[in-house]
């Protein structure tokens, strides 16, 4: 089945911890990118990834860092989470000319 | 920079009434529409795409019409069920040479009772 595998699913955390949200596509998309989803601001692009080695930063990349070895993984990383990071974080990837490909999502909270 | 305004919610309706959730979009050039789906708990579900003026989108009974000359992109159904309550948003997707973006709206609720 394509989908687009995010993990975890909810995590819970202290403010300073490093973590990082794993995801992974096997569609073999080049495109993917990481959102996140706050009430009443809707969703909002963090960083995007074109392809291997290639990212750059969306609307609203303060405090998170992305990377792209392998075309099927780009795990967002908090190298040290404060409480305006929670949220609801959405990675996907898309082919060009295609609708985007969401994963159910990353419940995190800061405390 | 491009923009998204949908209506309010939450939408609340009888199972079988009609539904419109408005749309509207600020953007230069030629955006693709988009309308997602999200069921609670889950993840986006692309529902319905439209790439160019007057092309509509259409899937499990619903449609929206790419309206450049009102910069409209509204979602309707004939008939609406209990199992299409869910969070509705409308985007637009900006596409260049391999880079793309897609800009949400702030979501509408709707919620359809028995």
């Known amino acids: 089945e394509a989908q687009v595998t995010q993990n975890p699913r909810y995590l819970i955390t202290v403010t300073g911890k490093k973590l990082t949200v794993t995801c992974s596509q096997n569609m073999n998309h080049e495109y993917m990118s990481w959102y996140r989803q706050d009430p009443g601001l809707g969703l909002r692009q963090i960083y995007y990834s074109m392809n291997v080695e290639v990212t750059d930063k969306g609307d609203v990349p303060e405090g998170y860092k992305v990377s792209r070895k392998e075309k099927r993984n780009f795990p967002l990383i908090l190298e040290s989470p404060s409480p305006n990071q929670t949220s609801l974080y959405f990675c996907?990837?898309?082919?060009?000319?295609?609708?985007?490909?969401f994963g159910s999502g990353t419940r995190l909270t800061v405390v | 920079g491009d923009s998204v305004t949908q209506m309010e919610g939450p939408v609340t309706l009888s199972e079988e009434a009609c539904l419109t959730i408005n749309c509207t979009y600020t953007a230069t050039g030629y955006p693709s529409l988009f309308w997602y789906v999200q069921y609670p708990g889950e993840g986006l579900q692309l529902l319905l795409k439209?790439?160019?003026?007057?092309d509509k989108g259409s899937n499990k009974g619903f449609e929206a019409t790419y309206r450049k000359e009102t910069t409209s992109f509204h979602l309707e159904k004939g008939s609406v069920q209990v199992s299409d309550s869910a969070v509705y948003f409308c985007a637009l997707e900006r596409e260049n040479s391999g880079y793309s973006t897609l800009t949400f709206g702030k979501g509408t609720m709707l919620l359809v009772s028995p």
């Open positions: 439209a790439t160019k003026a007057d």
């Open positions: 996907a990837s898309r082919r060009t000319g295609e609708g985007y490909t």
